[in-house]
């Protein structure tokens, strides 16, 4: 049966700035199904906030059951990268070893709350994330797991000094809403830092791929501070890492406030606009060339990089995937798998044994740069790279 998406709040006053018909899911292993369903995606720019944001939202049956939902931050190598970055940044608003309690909201696989025992373990820490649930008020590693949406949980009981959410945000449906509750139910000295991706470092890398349907919302720091201003709370400070997931990612750090904040008010709405679709032009033509260059090798051709996010690569791109021998990917426990919604099987690298001048392909958008270093060492004739960065 088709699912009909519900609408974002944010629609009424706003404008369509992308439409992808027919559009993928993401994180799909399992046996290929040339029919699997697809569903068409919408962009939309509030025309009162430049809040940029997906109309249609999907289910979160649809987007991550249990039985396909992949991701986890400890196997995530760019994730790994990123987030002695993202303490770093906390450092410099919180004394870590002093925090008594933290609560993170998205807790995944409770690696972030691992490495921040480490550095403080006299510290109680919470996970908030419905992915959790069988695990519903467990103590897992001395964390306390809480399996149900931050929206069901009662703050006030918990306390936290520090809420962290880091790649959480822009999964739930009103953000606005989650930051009211966090800003009202919480003590007045909580300190928030979040960690977003970045929309105007996914412009500027080029990374239009990581518009999808799990992601309901883009901001940058003028449209996510306004939401902080809105509901009572001041910014301390933010953060850009470019070297982040999804072309870069916004740290940003805030408290309630003891008086109202201004918005930010000159947002250049129409400029913003012109600027996306004139990005997403590019990026179109760089995969329409990609393609082309793709099509014309002649020999044995692999990808590298089992990416969560391949289904829309190859919907951007085009590419034939079923002229490729296999999908090369460092982590053994991909080995054998296919996409239930690309025509590729993964082969870890132990068994995938490339030939020496063979044609590359790197397949992993997040992680073009160590993945480039580690095809040179298998003497390729040559490596395709996407545009982007």
């Not at 404008?15 to 029919?35: A, M, Q, V, W």
């Not at 109680?124 to 069988?134: F, K, N």
């Not at 109202?260 to 250049?268: L, S």
Request: charged share 25%; glycine share 4%.
């Amino acid at each position: 049966m088709k699912f009909t998406p519900t609408k974002n709040k944010y629609s009424t006053n706003s404008e369509c700035i992308l439409k992808l018909d027919n559009f993928p899911l993401t994180e799909k292993f399992g046996s290929y199904n040339k029919n699997f369903e697809t569903y068409d995606l919408e962009l939309h720019i509030c025309m009162d906030s430049g809040h940029v944001f997906l109309k249609n939202i999907l289910s979160p049956n649809i987007l991550y059951s249990k039985e396909e939902y992949k991701y986890t931050t400890s196997k995530s190598p760019m994730k790994i990268r990123s987030l002695p970055h993202f303490v770093d940044f906390c450092s410099k608003f919180i004394d870590i070893q002093e925090t008594e309690r933290v609560l993170e909201i998205g807790g995944n696989d409770l690696y972030l709350m691992k490495l921040w025992r480490e550095l403080n373990p006299k510290a109680e820490c919470y996970v908030v994330d419905p992915v959790h649930e069988a695990l519903d008020g467990k103590i897992i590693d001395e964390i306390n797991v809480i399996g149900k949406f931050v929206e069901e949980v009662n703050l006030n009981e918990i306390k936290p000094n520090v809420v962290l959410c880091v790649h959480t945000l822009e999964h739930i449906v009103d953000p606005n809403l989650v930051i009211s509750e966090l800003i009202e139910n919480t003590q007045p000295d909580t300190t928030f830092i979040f960690e977003v991706p970045c929309y105007d470092s996914m412009l500027e890398g080029k990374r239009l791929d990581v518009i999808f349907h799990q992601h309901l919302n883009y901001f940058n720091i003028n449209t996510l501070s306004n939401i902080i201003f809105r509901n009572g709370g001041q910014v301390l400070g933010y953060e850009i890492n470019h070297q982040g997931s999804c072309g870069g990612v916004l740290m940003i750090a805030f408290k309630k406030s003891k008086e109202k904040v201004k918005a930010i008010n000159d947002i250049d709405i129409q400029k913003k606009i012109v600027h996306f679709k004139k990005t997403f032009k590019n990026f179109q033509l760089s995969m329409e060339i990609l393609n082309e260059d793709y099509s014309g090798l002649e020999g044995l051709k692999f990808g590298y990089g089992a990416s969560l996010m391949l289904s829309t690569f190859a919907y951007h791109s085009k590419i034939d995937f079923n002229s490729m021998e296999c999908i090369i990917d460092d982590d053994e426990s991909k080995n054998n798998l296919n996409y239930e919604n690309v025509p590729v099987k993964v082969k870890s690298l132990n068994n995938a044994k490339p030939l020496e001048n063979s044609f590359f392909l790197i397949t992993s958008l997040e992680n073009i740069r160590p993945i480039f270093n580690k095809i040179n060492t298998l003497k390729p004739r040559r490596i395709l790279l996407p545009n982007v960065s």
